[in-house]
């Protein structure tokens, strides 16, 4: 199984896999993210990735004053000044969470965080499922998974229909 929680594993991987490490380690994303545990999550770490996938960062955040977050971000530079961040805060399955949307030498990443380790976040734990899905079924189905995706269906939901499943969202998780 793939050490998911460093990103060592992309720099052998395929050609998206492998840009996204020299995007992340030239610009020190992860240096920098360091105190929040962050983790890469998503479809690029699994390699069903589509043009306009996003490098999907997760993070463990105190959020009980997100400006204090906000502000230690901008100090440490997460990302180049002339870069354009978007910032959103939301409540997604109960948890105060915080989204950073920016791009980055052509991809478009976001950096999410909760108050929850990243590798108990749901993003993380679909990833992991997916992951496994994928070895036991082959490259037929991961091929399908992509085709679903290229016409704009979201990766859960991309899983839910190949696997038949009610709710994938939750069904996932039960992987």
Do not use: W
Not at 75 to 93: D, F, G, S
Not at 123 to 138: F, P, S, V
């Amino acid at each position: 199984m793939i050490d998911f929680t460093t990103l060592d594993y992309l720099k052998e991987g395929n050609e998206t896999q492998r840009r996204a490490y020299e995007v992340l380690t030239r610009h020190r994303i992860f240096e920098k993210l360091k105190e929040y545990s962050p983790v890469l999550a998503g479809t690029v770490p699994i390699g069903i990735d589509v043009e306009g996938s996003d490098l999907d960062i997760i993070c463990q955040v105190d959020l009980t004053c997100e400006e204090d977050f906000l502000d230690e971000l901008a100090l440490k530079k997460i990302v180049p000044p002339y870069v354009e961040v978007a910032v959103e805060t939301m409540v997604i399955n109960g948890e105060r969470s915080i989204v950073l949307n920016c791009m980055l030498e052509g991809f478009p990443v976001e950096i999410f965080g909760q108050d929850i380790p990243p590798i108990r976040q749901n993003a993380y734990l679909h990833m992991l499922a997916e992951y496994r899905i994928l070895e036991e079924k082959g490259d037929g189905f991961k091929q399908e998974i992509i085709q679903l995706k290229k016409q704009g269906i979201k990766t859960e939901p991309a899983f839910g229909l190949l696997l038949e499943l009610e709710n994938p969202y939750e069904d996932l998780l039960k992987f």
